[in-house]
C-alpha cells in the first residue's frame, strides 16, 4: 500500500519505446524522480502519446489517445516523460487537438501545463544540480529534435552528466542536427532516413566517444541500430541510464 | 516544367547515388549554416527583427486587397503599368504580348523564382523569343537545360568543373586552350559573354522581393548587379511578382531587409537591394521607358484564411532548406516542382495540388530545424503535418500505411487491450533477439532493417515489471 | 465579365470575409501615412564622429575601400590618387551632381572627366551617394541626370562621395530624408542601397568579387 505524503505526486508517462523496449529507462527515471524529492505512480491506462498518429494526419485517433492520456493523468501535480518527443507531443500539442470543443482544450491545458520532459523536471522544476551516480568514460550527448527546439532543452543533461566524477563529455559535430528518425519518416523515406543517420554516425564516430546519450529512446534506437550495423564499437544508453547509475545490463542494440 | 514530385521516393534514390551532387551538397552544409549564425549572433535585436517582420506580414495579408490597390494606384501615378493574372498561363500570356506588341526578341532575366514557377522560359522559347538568364547560377543550369535546386543558389548542385565543361561546350566563339581553373577566370568568362546581352535585349524581367504599397516601388534583392543591369538597360522594364510580396511601407521593407539578407546568406544586407519606381523619368539618361508589373495570384488568394495563410510570410531565403537534413541528403531537385526543402514542401501542395505533391510534407522528420531558423517564424512543420491531415481526411495515403496506423490505432486507444497484446508480444520478441539484444531483419519491420539493426526489447514491458514491483512491494507491506 | 483584378481582389476579400472593413481601411490608410518605425538595432545609434567610424567601418567590413577628406575640394585629388593608385586609365564617367560639378578638376591635369550615363566602356565612375547607412555600410543612391544608375553598375571601379553629414544610423532615417526630398509617397526611378562590391557565391559557394557589377567600390568620405 502506499504510503501517503506531502511530496509531489509524480505520473510516469513511460513512453511505449521505453514501455516495449527498453524499461531499464522507466526504472532509471523513477530512481531519479524520487531522488527528486517526488512520489512515483505509473498509471496503467497509459498507452502512447499518439504521435504516430497526429503526426500522419489522423487527428481523430490522436485526440481519442490524448483523451485516454489526460484521464490517466490529470490527477498527479506533474507528468514526466523519459522523452523530448512524447513531453512535447503532451505539452505543446495536445491542446491543439482539442481546438473548438471548450470543455476538452481547458481539460488539456491544464495537463499540458502539468507535463515535463525528465530531465527538464529534475533541472529546471527540481532544481536538481547534481546526480549521485557514479560512472566513468567518455561521452557525447545528441540533442533530440523535439527536446532542444519545443522544449529547449540542452544545457540540463550536460550539467548533470558533469556532475558525476570520471564522465567526459566529447561534443560530437552538430549534436542539434536530426539524427534522421522522425517516428514514421525512418521506414516512411528509409533511404532518406538513412542518409541522415550515416552522417549522424560519422559525427559521433569523430567525437571519439565509447557511449552515446541521449534524451529520446527513438533517437537512439535508429542511431545505435546504425552504430550496430557500421560494426562502430560505440555504444548507446538514454542518458536516464546513466544520470540513475543503471547501466549494467546490456547497452541499446546489445553487446559484442 | 514537368512535375516529379509523385516519384519523390525515386528521385530520392537517384540523388543518393549522385556522386556529383552529393559532392555539391556539402557546400550547402559549409557555406549557409555558419556565416547565418554569425550574422544573427552580431545583432542582438535579430529575434525582435523577427517578431517584428512577421507582424507586418500578418498585418499586411489581413489587408492585402487594400495594400494591393493603394500599390496599383502609385504604381500608376508614377508612370507605370500594372496588369493582373490570376494564373501562370494569364501572366505568360500578359509578357508575350507585351514582347509582341514591343518587337521583343530577346530578353534578359534576373534571378526570379516566380518566373519558374510560370515556366516562363520554355514558354518564351516556344514561342520565338530568347530568354538570357543573367544571374551566374540561373546563367549555369539554363546552359545544362536544367531548373534551380536551390531558391537562392540555384546552381548549388553544380560543381566546378561541370561550370568549366559547360563553359567549354557553349562558349564556341572564345579560345580553346584559355584556362578556366579557377572560380574567378570562369566568373570572368560568364561577366563578358553576359555584358554584351544586357545591351542587346529589349525587355528585362525581374522578380520582386517586395512591393511597396507607399510608394508603389518594387525591390529586388541580389548580390551580382545583374538584377540591375536587367533593369536598367533594355527599353521594357517588367517586373513579375506574386501579390503576398506586398509591405505597406518603406520602413516595414526596412524590417525585413533586416532578417533575410542575414537568413539567407549571412550578409548583414545583400550588396544590391533596389527600390524601382516606374518608368525613366522625364531629364534621366538611362532607365527603362516604360514599367510594367504583373500581379499573379496562381493560387495564393487560395490560401489565404486558411490553415497556410502563414506560409505566404515566406520572403524566398532559403534558410530552411539550409538547415533541413532532408534537403542536405538529397538537394532540391529530389522535390519535383520549382520549391524545394520545408518551404517547398508546404507550399508546393498548395500550389500543383496534394495529389501530385504529397511525398513532400511527409518527407521530413519534424525536426523542427526550419522553423528555428525561418525569419518570418513561419510553422512549418505545423503546416507539413496540416498537408498529411488533409490527405489522411481524403485517403490518399497508401493503403499499407493505413492500415498499419488503423491496428496500431485500435490498440493504442484500447490500453487494457494494449497491455495484453503488448504482454505476449515483447516477451516472443525478447526472447527471439535475446542472443544478439538485436535483429538484422524482422518481418514487417524492413522499413527499418533495410540500413540498420532493430534493437530487440527486453523481456518484458515495463508495465508487466513495474506491476509486479508493486504487487511484490504491497504483498512486502500487508 | 469580370476582370482578372476584380477576380483576385473578390477572393481575396472572400477569405477575409468576416473582417470589419471600415476598421481596416483606417488601420491601412494609418499605416500609409504614418510609416510607423519598427526595431531600430542600437548598432547604428550613436554620436556623430562614432556613427562616421562605424559606418567606414562597416564599410571596409565588406571590402569597399575607403578614404576620408576634410572637404569636398579634395575630392579630385582623391579619385585621382585611387585611379593612380590602382594603375587605372585617368578618366572617370560623372553625371551632373554639382557638388561634384563644382569640384576644382582643373586642379588634376591630366584627368578626363566624362559626362553622363555610362556606355559600359568605362572603368571608373563617380558617383554623389544620398545618404549612407552606418548600421551596415549602406551606400544609397538615387538615380537622375545628377548621378546616373549605370554608373552605379557598369564601371569596374564605383567611386562614391559621401558626405559625413549624410551618414545616417539606420535606413529608417534615410527612408524619412527620402520623403522628405522627394516627397511623401514619391521616390526617383531607382533609388540603389549598395552595401559593398558585386559578388557572387553561385560557383561552389566561394565568395568571388566583380561578378556583373564593379569589381570595386571606393568611397570618399567628406568631412
Known amino acids: 500500500m502506499t504510503v501517503a505524503s506531502d511530496k509531489p505526486k509524480v505520473g510516469l508517462f513511460v513512453t511505449c519505446l521505453v514501455d516495449l523496449f527498453r524499461p531499464v529507462v522507466g526504472f532509471a527515471a523513477v530512481k531519479l524522480i524520487e531522488e527528486a524529492g517526488c512520489a512515483v505512480d505509473v498509471p496503467m491506462a497509459q498507452t502512447c502519446c499518439g504521435q504516430p498518429a497526429y503526426n500522419s494526419g489522423d487527428r481523430h485517433d490522436a485526440r481519442m489517445i490524448a483523451e485516454n ?35 476538452w482544450e481547458e481539460r488539456a491545458k491544464a495537463f499540458s501545463a502539468k507535463v515535463h520532459e525528465l530531465v527538464s523536471f529534475l533541472a529546471d522544476v527540481r532544481g536538481m544540480d547534481r546526480v549521485t551516480a557514479a560512472g566513468g568514460g567518455s561521452v557525447t550527448y545528441h540533442d ?14 550536460r550539467a548533470l552528466l558533469a556532475s558525476i566524477p570520471g564522465i567526459e563529455l566529447r561534443e560530437m559535430r552538430d549534436p542539434d542536427v536530426c539524427c534522421g528518425f522522425g517516428g514514421t519518416f525512418c521506414v516512411k523515406y528509409p533511404d532518406v532516413s538513412n542518409s541522415i ?39 548507446a544508453r538514454h542518458v536516464a541510464e546513466v544520470l540513475a547509475g543503471l547501466t549494467d545490463g546490456a547497452p541499446i542494440g546489445g553487446r559484442d | 516544367m514537368q512535375i516529379t514530385s509523385p516519384s519523390f521516393k525515386q528521385n530520392a534514390r537517384h540523388a543518393l547515388d549522385d556522386v556529383q551532387l552529393q559532392k555539391a551538397l556539402g557546400n550547402v552544409r559549409a557555406g549557409f549554416i555558419d556565416k547565418r549564425q554569425k550574422a544573427v549572433d552580431a545583432l542582438p535585436e535579430f529575434d525582435a527583427l523577427r517578431d517584428s517582420a512577421r507582424d507586418i506580414k500578418n498585418h499586411t495579408l489581413e489587408n492585402l486587397d487594400l495594400y494591393l490597390e493603394a500599390y496599383e494606384q502609385k504604381v500608376t501615378a508614377s508612370g507605370g503599368q500594372v496588369h493582373w493574372a490570376e494564373t501562370a498561363a494569364d501572366a505568360r500570356s500578359i509578357v508575350l504580348d507585351l514582347c509582341r506588341t514591343r518587337g521583343a526578341r530577346t530578353v534578359t532575366k534576373g534571378k526570379s523564382m516566380i518566373t519558374e514557377e510560370i515556366a516562363l522560359n520554355d514558354f518564351l522559347d516556344a514561342s520565338g523569343i530568347v530568354p538570357v538568364e543573367t544571374d551566374l547560377g540561373e546563367y549555369i543550369i539554363q ?100 501579390i503576398e510580396k506586398i509591405v505597406p511601407t518603406l520602413n516595414d521593407a526596412a524590417q525585413i531587409l533586416r532578417v533575410l539578407a542575414r537568413s539567407a546568406t549571412g550578409q548583414d544586407m545583400s ?58 541528403s538529397i538537394g532540391g ?96 520478441l525478447g526472447a527471439l533477439g535475446k542472443e544478439k539484444g538485436r535483429f538484422s531483419s524482422l518481418p514487417f519491420a524492413g522499413g527499418w532493417t533495410k540500413h540498420r539493426e532493430l534493437p530487440a526489447p527486453e523481456t518484458r514491458t515495463f508495465r508487466q515489471q513495474w506491476a509486479q514491483r508493486e504487487a511484490l512491494k504491497q504483498g512486502g507491506t500487508a | 465579365m469580370t476582370t482578372p483584378r476584380a477576380a483576385i481582389l473578390g477572393k481575396i476579400r472572400g477569405a477575409l ?33 562614432s556613427r562616421i567610424d562605424l559606418f567606414c567601418a562597416m564599410a571596409e567590413k565588406v571590402t569597399c575601400s575607403v578614404a576620408r577628406v576634410r572637404s569636398h575640394d579634395h575630392v579630385p585629388k582623391a579619385v585621382s590618387d585611387y585611379l593612380r593608385a590602382r594603375n587605372l586609365p585617368h578618366a572617370i564617367r560623372v553625371g551632373d551632381d554639382k557638388r561634384l560639378k563644382t569640384l576644382p578638376w582643373d586642379q588634376i591635369k591630366t584627368l578626363e572627366i566624362r559626362r553622363g550615363a555610362s556606355d559600359g566602356l568605362d572603368e571608373a565612375g563617380l558617383s554623389h551617394a544620398l545618404a549612407g547607412v552606418a548600421e551596415t555600410g549602406t551606400l544609397v543612391l538615387a538615380s537622375g541626370k545628377d548621378n546616373p544608375t549605370t554608373i552605379n553598375f557598369l564601371p569596374e571601379h564605383h567611386i562614391v562621395v559621401v558626405d559625413a553629414k549624410d551618414i545616417a544610423g539606420d535606413l529608417e532615417t534615410v527612408m524619412a530624408k527620402v520623403r522628405r526630398k522627394f516627397g511623401k509617397g514619391e521616390m526617383p526611378r531607382t533609388l540603389n542601397l549598395i552595401t559593398g562590391p558585386s559578388r557572387s557565391g553561385d560557383i561552389e559557394q566561394k565568395i568571388i568579387l566583380g561578378a556583373h557589377g564593379p569589381r570595386a567600390v571606393h568611397l570618399i568620405v567628406v568631412g
Open chain 1, 69 to 103: 492520456t489526460i484521464r490517466a493523468f490529470e490527477n498527479f501535480d506533474y507528468v514526466v516523460a523519459p522523452s523530448g518527443s512524447c513531453a512535447g507531443m503532451l505539452k505543446k500539442h495536445y491542446p491543439a487537438l482539442f481546438k473548438g470543443d471548450a470543455r
Open chain 3, 17 to 49: 470575409s468576416g473582417a470589419d472593413d471600415s476598421a481596416r481601411r483606417a488601420a491601412v490608410e494609418a499605416r500609409l501615412s504614418k510609416a510607423p518605425k519598427g526595431v531600430i538595432p542600437a548598432r547604428g545609434q550613436l554620436d556623430d564622429v
Open chain 2, 271 to 328: 550588396v544590391y537591394t533596389t527600390l524601382s519606381t516606374g518608368p525613366r523619368r522625364p531629364g534621366d539618361p538611362d532607365g527603362p521607358d516604360e514599367y510594367h508589373v504583373i500581379l499573379l495570384d496562381n493560387g495564393r488568394s487560395a490560401m489565404l484564411g486558411t490553415e497556410f495563410q502563414e506560409m505566404l510570410r515566406c520572403i524566398r531565403c532559403g534558410a530552411c532548406m539550409n538547415h533541413c537534413p532532408v534537403y542536405h
Open chain 1, 144 to 157: 533530440s529534435c523535439s527536446g532542444l527546439r519545443e522544449l529547449g532543452i540542452k544545457t540540463q543533461p
Open chain 2, 143 to 242: 546552359l545544362r537545360g536544367e531548373h534551380p535546386s536551390h531558391i537562392i543558389a540555384p546552381a548549388v548542385h553544380v560543381n566546378q568543373d561541370q561550370v568549366e565543361a559547360d563553359f567549354r561546350r557553349v562558349h564556341t566563339h572564345l579560345p580553346v586552350d584559355r584556362d578556366l581553373t579557377e572560380p574567378e577566370t570562369l566568373l570572368d568568362e560568364a561577366r563578358k559573354v553576359l555584358r554584351a546581352k544586357y545591351f542587346e535585349a529589349d525587355i528585362g524581367i525581374t522578380g520582386a522581393n517586395f512591393l511597396v504599397a507607399e510608394t508603389g516601388s518594387s525591390i529586388i534583392v541580389t548580390n551580382e548587379g545583374n538584377g540591375d543591369l536587367t533593369q536598367i538597360l533594355p527599353r521594357i522594364h517588367v517586373v513579375i511578382a506574386s
Open chain 1, 197 to 235: 543517420v550515416e552522417t549522424k554516425t560519422q559525427a559521433i564516430a569523430d567525437s571519439g566517444a565509447d557511449l552515446l546519450l541521449a534524451g529520446d529512446l527513438g533517437c537512439l534506437m535508429n542511431m545505435a541500430g546504425k552504430l550496430k550495423r557500421q560494426g562502430s564499437p560505440v555504444e
Open chain 2, 333 to 428: 531537385h529530389a522535390y519535383g516542382w520549382v520549391y524545394p526543402g520545408p518551404m517547398g514542401a508546404v507550399l508546393t501542395p498548395a500550389l500543383i495540388g496534394v495529389e501530385k505533391g504529397g511525398h513532400l510534407p511527409n518527407a521530413s522528420t519534424f525536426c523542427g530545424r526550419c522553423e528555428s531558423v525561418c525569419p518570418m517564424k513561419i510553422p512549418l512543420p505545423k503546416m507539413m503535418r496540416h498537408w498529411r491531415e488533409k490527405e489522411f481526411e481524403r485517403g490518399l495515403n497508401p493503403a499499407t500505411q493505413r492500415w498499419g496506423l488503423g491496428i496500431w490505432a485500435f490498440f493504442a486507444r484500447r490500453p487494457q487491450l494494449y497491455a495484453l497484446a503488448t504482454s505476449i508480444v515483447i516477451p516472443v
